[in-house]
């Protein structure tokens, strides 16, 4: 009886001793795997801006780094880069891009079409003479540019002065001067392509243009203060914004933005209550980067509801005064009037 | 009768699986109770901080719960964290869009110097993101 009894005990023991085995081994197995599933945060500055990118899973930093460095330098207007080679390349000779900047110019051209010119990526011809090239811009000016150098500069501010090549991936200058301007949708294209490369699961934020999956808290930056002027919790979605709060400068009161509208002007320059700041949501960060900037031109009609739904997006639009919307924005504004 | 009992006792547990449904409840139970506590220690809320890249790299990361002023490593620009809010309060920059950012304070909130590759993040907190213009 007795040695049954200390072979139970031994059983027991046993027993213990395997249960504590099994909890450590799982324990450490756990652990082990929610390490490598940690969140990893990638940063740096590209596209005159920042990036910062939240992931899991496979660390993919150095594939993010040498593309944002790949962008930075092939979408740059000045450089030596695509685009840069582009813009100093004499009228007539097909200057070879790169697959990523052929593409991005193919979706350019593109939604320059649909919105009538109010997307103008050959404006930076403008953008020089209005002092906000990144060789030119220092935040301020003396006076606007003349009339007459005005209207000379718009005739070859049109992508009507570039023709495309695709089999050859080549870009050919039909005029001298003429000149591309990838900043207005570069982050938002490049956010894009950075959600592919983290396998569309994760947080990607391009100087403010943003791809995101799972549900995070966002704000939308107040255009004339520090705080925010709208909320929303978003998921699965692209974000831009475009405004004329952060490259401008004055000239006798009136401020002189970086947004080039078609008739030369800065968008909005002879509105009474222009349109300061427009945030668009819809599922890519290209588009919703390029209509941000074409909504601020064309303000709030008819054109830029038709061009929001082509596009299926969704548009805030602030002005001084209050804000319009298009379609049914995620972001609840909350300071301001609803103007329409 | 007492001995009877042992020795069914005895029987019983010679019988017994070395393993039960019961262990394993137990087992699933502690696991369940580790990663809980592991969870929230590593998730525990680390405060608001800054952190601030120089060419794509981290040079510092700032508490904002401290005023200070610092000078950002390999340029020649200060940073400063005053009533938890940071700012870009001097650059050699031509066009100081940074420092006209002024003070942020909100996590997600960002400050850029595109000519000095300068960034500065915010975060901790609640993982707040802000869209705008950068």
């Known amino acids: ?340 | 009768m007492k001995l009877f009992r042992e020795k069914n006792l005895i029987e019983h547990y010679r019988r017994s699986p070395l393993f039960g449904i019961g262990d394993f409840i137990v087992v699933l139970a502690v696991i369940f109770a580790c990663t809980l506590a592991a969870k929230s220690l590593v998730g525990s809320d680390t405060g608001i901080y800054a952190d601030v890249y120089v060419k794509g790299e981290i040079v510092m990361s700032v508490p904002l719960n401290t005023d200070a002023l610092y000078a950002v490593p390999d340029t020649r620009a200060s940073i400063e964290v005053a009533d938890g809010k940071i700012a870009v309060v001097d650059n050699d920059c031509t066009n100081k869009i940074c420092i006209k950012t002024g003070f942020v304070s909100r996590s997600g909130a960002a400050i850029v110097c595109a000519p000095n590759g300068i960034t500065v993040i915010v975060r901790g907190g609640d993982s707040e993101y802000v869209t705008g213009v950068h």
């Open chain 1, 1 to 340: 009886m007795l040695y049954r009894r200390s072979a139970s005990r031994t059983r027991k023991r046993i027993k213990l001793t395997a249960l504590a085995l099994a909890i450590i081994s799982v324990a450490f197995i756990a652990a082990t795997l929610s390490g490598c599933n940690a969140t990893k945060t990638v940063a740096g500055t590209a596209l005159g801006s920042y990036y910062s990118v939240e992931y899991s899973g496979k660390n993919v930093d150095d594939q993010i780094k040498a593309f944002m460095a790949d962008v930075d330098l092939n979408f740059a207007a000045e450089g030596t880069g695509d685009i840069g080679k582009i813009n100093a390349a004499p009228k007539g000779e097909p200057v070879k891009v790169g697959e990523t900047t052929f593409a991005l110019l193919e979706l350019v051209f593109e939604i320059s079409e649909k919105s009538g010119g109010a997307f103008n990526p050959a404006a930076f011809p403008l953008t020089e003479l209005w002092h906000f090239s990144p060789s030119n811009y220092i935040g301020a000016a003396k006076s606007i540019p003349d009339a007459e150098d005005i209207a000379e500069t718009l005739k070859i501010s049109s992508v009507a002065m570039f023709s495309l090549d695709k089999t050859a991936l080549t870009v050919t200058k039909l005029v001298d001067g003429a000149a591309l301007d990838a900043g207005a949708i570069g982050k938002g294209f490049a956010a894009d392509r950075i959600f592919e490369i983290i396998g569309g699961s994760g947080i990607v934020d391009a100087g403010g243009t943003f791809r995101v999956s799972e549900p995070v808290k966002m704000y939308i930056q107040n255009p004339r203060g520090s705080d925010y002027v709208a909320e929303a919790t978003v998921s699965n979605i692209a974000v831009a914004t475009s405004g004329d709060y952060q490259r401008y400068y004055f000239v006798d009161g009136k401020r002189i933005h970086h947004i080039l509208a078609p008739d030369g002007y800065p968008a909005g320059y002879f509105s009474e209550d222009p349109v300061v700041s427009v945030t668009v949501t819809g599922g890519s960060a290209a588009v919703c980067d390029a209509l941000s900037t074409a909504l601020m031109v064309t303000g709030y009609s008819p054109e830029s509801a038709e061009l929001t739904a082509y596009y299926e997006c969704q548009a805030l639009l602030f002005t001084e005064t209050g804000y319009y919307e298009i379609g049914d924005s995620p972001f609840e504004v909350v300071s301001g009037e609803k103007l329409n």
